[in-house]
């Protein structure tokens, strides 16, 4: 019943930084609230499958990281403004990708089978 849109994306040269949002229109994800739920950032690039790129658990703290990304993305929560954020440092051409983010039960990882609310994406450009 509630919206996942994503905002922050854009063109910028390699070695750059972005901050991509996560926003949330409601509080609640088929019987879950938003600061029940994991909270993930994917990615696709053109010709490829969605990947993994970082996830705040909501789990003992725990967050996850690809390691492509790891040291220069980093994943945080505002459960008071029911938004997530990625911030991305060190931008490289690879990262060039549409961005989703996604919420699932607390403990969901790697895997986009445990999501079970997608945004519709923003697009990330890195050129060289």
């Known amino acids: 019943q509630v919206q996942l849109v994503e905002s922050g994306g854009g063109l910028v040269q390699a070695g750059g930084s972005l901050r991509l949002s996560c926003a949330a229109s409601?509080?609640?994800?088929?019987?879950?609230?938003?600061?029940?739920?994991?909270i993930g950032w994917f990615r696709q690039a053109p010709g490829k499958e969605r990947d993994f790129v970082a996830v705040?658990?909501?789990?003992?703290?725990?967050?996850y990281y690809s390691d492509s990304v790891k040291g220069r993305f980093t994943i945080s929560r505002d459960n008071a403004k029911n938004t997530v954020y990625l911030q991305m440092n060190s931008l490289k051409p690879e990262d060039t990708a549409v961005y989703y983010c996604a919420a699932g039960a607390a403990g969901s990882r790697r895997r986009t089978l445990d999501y079970d609310s997608w945004g519709r994406g923003t697009q990330v450009t890195v050129s060289s």
């Open positions: 705040d658990t909501w789990t003992g703290g725990t967050t």
């Open positions: 409601g509080r609640t994800f088929s019987g879950r609230t938003f600061s029940s739920s994991a």
